[in-house]
């Protein structure tokens, strides 16, 4: 095939009879977000420095690529087919997956994916290859760290700018790290302990943190790791050595927001942190639909977008632009007020006790936080594998049931 790349619009409905649409709206003023809603579950969403959009969908086992004019194509994966290709390095188009889920995109054009189902990592490179990272080439479930690692339906992914990959593995409540993001890497647990019970302990160094289905995860420009624990209700902040604190939510489900010490989370699907440290996240119940949560630098919330019935995933690239994905509830989310404006607050923030004091106006903020005892190792690289030469053209493809994508940019610093 000379094209490695597959038009979606049209292609999206012969492979599973749905369709996918993508447009521009302004939502928080001043910043444009790309919504993409889908009849199917689109829910990963990652942005490549080049301004290309990746798109996940788990009930139909493949991933999407928007390029910067719009045109929607398959990527890797075959649409309605799961599989597993047993660790060997393959093409995108003869790449299987099995309810991918989180996306994330490093320096080099990987993109990594959280491969759910398949209980592994993957990594996708520019010229069009597969191959698996970390996690069993069987696909078997379990706890295990070093170069032969397992992992328990890892829901969600970040990347440092070390390239290290961070990995909140939700059947075994913890947060793993993969060295450099490849496969001759060790991978480790920072924080939880896969061979323990679920629980809500933070504070402490990050073997003897606890957590409960940890799902979203994020890396802060500065190192720092964000974990949406779920089941816990709550956003823990991991620092590079391990160390795990509590960072906002009272622990009990709802819809209030406000100060971090009374805030409540329904269920955090999807998590992204701008350049300036702020956090946005999908929080999601069956009862009230989707909000996207603007998270202050002191744990601090406001709603600023409600989906209604529809559930989602939100990314940002590096110029601070938000990507958010709309995708029916019913299809792929887990499930365990509308308001705008939003809040940030200057503050300082010691490591030791959380402060619970926030505003909810104004946008901009500053904040120093001190960060005593930090660390995980980290280092650098990519790796690009080779099978058969599969390079991506996007010359022969009519244009799509999708149109237009955002060209226009907004400084981190605004949002």
């Not at 790349?5 to 939502?27: A, R």
């Not at 779920?230 to 160390?243: H, L, P």
């Not at 509308?338 to 909810?360: A, D, F, L």
């Not at 058969?388 to 994508?405: A, K, Q």
Request: charged share 15%; proline share 2%; glycine share 12%.
């Amino acid at each position: 095939m000379a094209n490695q790349l597959e038009k979606v619009s049209e292609g999206y409905k012969q492979w599973v009879g749905q369709s996918v649409q993508f447009s521009t709206n302004q939502i928080i003023a001043g910043t444009t977000m790309l919504l993409a809603k889908s009849s199917t579950a689109a829910f990963g969403v990652a942005v490549d420095a080049s301004g290309n959009i990746f798109v996940s969908d788990p009930t139909q086992h493949f991933i999407m690529k928007v390029v910067p004019k719009g045109t929607v194509y398959r990527y890797a994966g075959l649409p309605g087919t799961s599989g597993n290709n047993s660790g060997a390095v393959v093409s995108n188009y003869n790449a299987r997956f099995n309810t991918p889920r989180g996306l994330a995109c490093d320096a080099y054009g990987n993109l990594y994916v959280a491969d759910t189902g398949n209980n592994q990592i993957r990594k996708i490179t520019p010229d069009g290859y597969t191959s698996l990272v970390s996690g069993s080439p069987g696909a078997e479930a379990g706890y295990q760290n070093g170069t032969n690692a397992k992992f328990s339906g890892p829901w969600d992914i970040c990347i440092s700018k070390s390239n290290d990959i961070f990995v909140a593995d939700t059947g075994n409540n913890c947060v793993r790290k993969v060295v450099n993001g490849v496969k001759t890497s060790a991978t480790f647990t920072i924080a939880g302990n896969g061979n323990a019970a679920a629980g809500d302990v933070s504070g402490g160094s990050g073997l003897t943190a606890r957590f409960n289905a940890p799902r979203a995860i994020c890396c802060a420009p500065g190192g720092e790791i964000y974990v949406a624990d779920a089941g816990n209700y709550k956003i823990k902040k991991i620092w590079e050595d391990g160390m795990t604190r509590w960072y906002s939510g009272v622990g009990t489900r709802g819809a209030t927001v406000g100060v971090a010490a009374t805030t409540q989370f329904m269920d955090i699907q999807a998590m992204c942190i701008n350049n300036s440290g702020v956090i946005y996240l999908v929080d999601f119940d069956d009862g009230i639909g989707a909000r996207l949560v603007r998270v202050s630098q002191i744990g601090g919330t406001a709603v600023v977008y409600s989906f209604g019935q529809q559930a989602g995933s939100i990314a940002v690239d590096n110029s601070g632009k938000l990507y958010l994905i709309e995708s029916p509830a019913s299809q792929g989310f887990a499930s365990s007020s509308s308001s705008s404006q939003s809040s940030e607050s200057s503050s300082s923030e010691s490591r030791g006790n959380v402060s619970t004091s926030s505003s909810t106006q104004s946008e901009s903020s500053s904040s120093s936080e001190s960060a005593g005892n930090v660390s995980t190792s980290s280092s650098s690289n990519s790796t690009s594998s080779s099978e058969s030469s599969s390079s991506e053209s996007v010359e022969n493809v009519s244009s799509s049931t999708s149109s237009n994508s955002s060209s226009s940019t907004s400084s981190s610093s605004s949002l």
